[in-house]
Nanobody, 118 residues
Framework: QVQLVESGGGLVQAGGSLRLSCAATGGTFSNYVLGWFRQDPGKDREYIAAIDGASIGTYLNDLVKGRFTISRDNAENMVYLQMNSLKPEDTAVYYC???????????WGPGTQVTVSS
């Protein structure tokens, strides 16, 4: 069983940056693919980024390529989402998730709100 807790969300102006963090407890952290998702009320959940256990393979949604970076620290059981050049359309609740592959995620954090003002 893996427990995840996100932090680092907040209010930022368009063009600004935020770094989201996700702390994991339980399980063997390096065995899991870690992903970031986001959802704005009334919209579908979006799969934003993912990183494999060894940080060899990463995925970034085309919506955020060139602006967001995903990384992880297996020694600290942490995964990060660095978000630069933020846009108002990036406003959403951001969720961290863990799974055995990049398709099915079994464990989810409660989410952290990111609001980008224009």
């Amino acid at each position: 069983q893996v427990q995840l807790v996100e932090s680092g969300g907040g209010l930022v102006q368009a063009g600004g940056s935020l770094r989201l963090s996700c702390a994991a407890t339980g399980g063997t952290f390096s065995n899991y693919v870690l992903g970031w998702f986001r959802q704005d009320p009334g919209k579908d959940r979006e799969y934003i980024a993912a990183i494999d256990g060894a940080s060899i393979g990463t995925y970034l949604n085309d919506l955020v390529k060139g602006r967001f970076t995903i990384s992880r620290d297996n020694a600290e059981n942490m995964v990060y989402l660095q978000m630069n050049s933020l846009k108002p359309e990036d406003t959403a609740v951001y969720y961290c998730a863990a799974g055995r592959d990049g398709y099915d995620f079994d464990y989810w954090g409660p989410g952290t709100q990111v609001t980008v003002s224009s």
